[in-house]
């Protein structure tokens, strides 16, 4: 059950990642490509959650942050997608993750943390 788990996991990422290696670049087939990277990040993050009721304050810690981000991904998924397809963006994981993870600590925790700087 565990190697027909990882196996659908494993066609599942390369299911999203394929098109990075070339194909169609219109604007309608970046913004589902970029709809997936969000949806797999976004599942990433729920599983995440789950770390909330460790008993390590930084594992729960680490589950809220979790917790947060895809909340943030979750509502602001289509705004995501058209800065991504306007930036042009490229179509690698590694680029895909670093902006949305810029995304999320600017506009979560930057003003945040200005607010208690007060």
Do not use: W
Request: with cysteine; aromatic share 10%; glycine share 2%.
């Amino acid at each position: 059950m565990k190697t027909c788990l990882s196996l659908l996991v494993v066609a599942m990422i390369l299911c999203f990642y394929a098109p990075a290696f070339g194909g169609d670049y219109s604007a309608a087939a970046l913004s589902h490509y970029y709809q997936a990277a969000i949806d797999h990040e976004i599942k990433i993050c729920l599983e995440k959650t789950s770390l909330q009721n460790s008993r390590s304050d930084q594992l729960q810690r680490k589950g809220h942050l979790e917790a947060s981000k895809a909340r943030f991904l979750m509502t602001n998924r289509d705004h995501l997608v058209d800065v991504m397809v306007q930036s042009d963006m490229e179509r690698k994981p590694y680029k895909i993750q670093r902006f949305l993870n810029e995304q999320f600590h600017c506009n979560c925790y930057a003003p945040r943390q200005a607010r208690a700087s007060f």
